[in-house]
């Protein structure tokens, strides 16, 4: 069964940052496209970043360009994304997912953790 548990969500004040990571348990980790997605009260789930299999290739969504890095350690089965400069309008619930190298669909979601940015 796999499993993907997210931590690191808080409360805090605009600009400060924030390191959210996600940990992968019941397949094997390295195969997998790591994506983070974004929810805010109201509004469909978003694109927030992705990490390709190796690490090599990253994708960001506009909004975060700049400010947000995501970062995977295969060793440990983990993804992090680095959120910095946070704002009011990063106030969502963050979930991470799993797409596997030979599709274009995310398969599996952790429960998500809550960001509140605070003005």
């Known amino acids: 069964q796999v499993q993907l548990v997210e931590s690191g969500g808080g409360l805090v004040q605009a600009g400060e940052s924030l390191r959210l990571s996600c940990a992968a348990s019941g397949r094997t980790f390295i195969s997998y496209t790591m994506g983070w997605f974004r929810q805010a009260p109201g509004k469909e789930r978003k694109f927030v970043a992705e990490i390709t299999t190796s690490g090599d290739v990253r994708n960001y969504a506009d909004s975060v360009k700049g400010r947000f890095t995501i970062s995977r350690d295969n060793a440990k089965n983990t993804v992090y994304l680095q959120m910095n400069s946070l704002k009011p309008e990063d106030t969502a619930v963050y979930y991470c997912?799993?797409?596997?190298?030979?599709?274009?669909?995310?398969?599996?979601w952790g429960q998500g953790t809550q960001v509140t940015v605070s003005s």
């Open positions: 997912a799993t797409k596997p190298s030979w599709t274009t669909s995310y398969d599996y």
